[in-house]
């Protein structure tokens, strides 16, 4: 199936994810992420600041500080990804994608691991995202560790990765957890 397709039938699957629903897959996803071998190493984050219908990431947010863990969260400028560090002081602005990015412009020096985002996942860590292929360039030399943070509705394996796919090293959902690579612990 087209991947254009597959991007507008599940943006319509989570709007309509009930919100209690949501958010006990939320927490329990958090729990997973929180006791991971990956969290528990990393020192810097680099996550985003999701739309409504996505995994709220807010709470990660509050962890990582609560933990003393810098934060990053990623904004585009010539279309590429750059991770600028963020504190509870930062303002953000919207992005013509609709997403927050900061307006601070003190960039993160190395980031141990990203959250990374998407719309549709396969069991082996590939992901649709929107579409602007932002993700793919970035992890294309990104060498640190990367977790996608995923509703089991949004697992699917009818579709093909392309060549400049790349794959999350791991990916934690409601329903079970699955590595790719070998990075999970």
Do not use: C
């Amino acid at each position: 199936m087209e991947k254009a397709i597959l991007r507008k039938q599940m943006i319509k699957t989570l709007e309509q994810l009930p919100k209690k629903q949501k958010q006990k897959k939320e927490r329990l996803i958090q729990q997973l992420l929180f006791a991971s071998h990956s969290w528990q190493q990393a020192s810097s984050i680099g996550v985003i600041r999701a739309l409504p219908f996505e995994f709220d990431t807010q709470p990660i947010f509050a962890q990582a500080i609560k933990e003393n863990k810098r934060i990053a969260v990623p904004k585009t400028i010539d279309k590429a990804l750059h991770f600028f560090e963020v504190d509870g002081d930062t303002l953000y602005q919207k992005s013509a994608f609709g997403v927050e990015e900061p307006i601070s412009e003190k960039a993160a020096l190395e980031l141990d691991l990203v959250l990374v985002p998407g719309l549709i996942f396969s069991t082996a860590g590939y992901r649709i995202g929107f579409g602007g292929g932002y993700y793919d360039r970035f992890l294309s030399t990104y060498r640190g560790d990367t977790i996608s943070l995923v509703f089991s509705e949004q697992i699917n394996d009818a579709w093909q990765p392309e060549a400049f796919d790349i794959p999350v090293a791991k990916i934690i959902t409601d329903s079970y957890e699955s590595t790719q690579k070998g990075a999970a612990r």
